[in-house]
Nanobody, 121 residues
């Protein structure tokens, strides 16, 4: 039983900033990686940023230089700092975590419920 809880979404004007948080809880042996995805109306879900257990990060080209992903290992939490927000960043943002519930089980992807980010003037 693993649960991901997201927070930090909201309404912001273009050029503004938001910080998203996602905390994993439950039966967790290890977390291999965590990531943020987003889905705009009528669009497919896309990867925004990811971070591995050793700190390797990757970003969508559209957010490079504006967004920063980070992770607090002790609290099983991942963050997404979003700066210089644009209207095209408007979407539901979903937390993803690749988790092993025990040493005998493989990694499995878990998803949060999503948090709305709206960038509008």
């Amino acid at each position: 039983q693993v649960q991901l809880v997201e927070s930090g979404g909201g309404l912001v004007q273009p050029g503004g900033s938001l910080r998203l948080s996602c905390a994993a809880s439950g039966s967790i042996f290890s977390i291999n990686a965590m990531a943020w995805y987003r889905q705009a109306p009528g669009k497919q879900r896309e990867l925004v940023a990811g971070i591995t257990s050793i700190g390797v990060t990757n970003y969508a080209d559209s957010v490079k230089g504006r967004f920063t992903i980070s992770r607090n290992h002790a609290e099983n939490t991942v963050y997404l700092q979003m700066n210089s927000l644009k209207p095209e960043d408007t979407a539901v943002y979903y937390c993803n975590a690749r988790i092993r519930e025990s040493m005998t089980l493989p990694n499995y992807d878990y998803w949060g419920q999503g948090t709305q980010v709206t960038v509008s003037s």
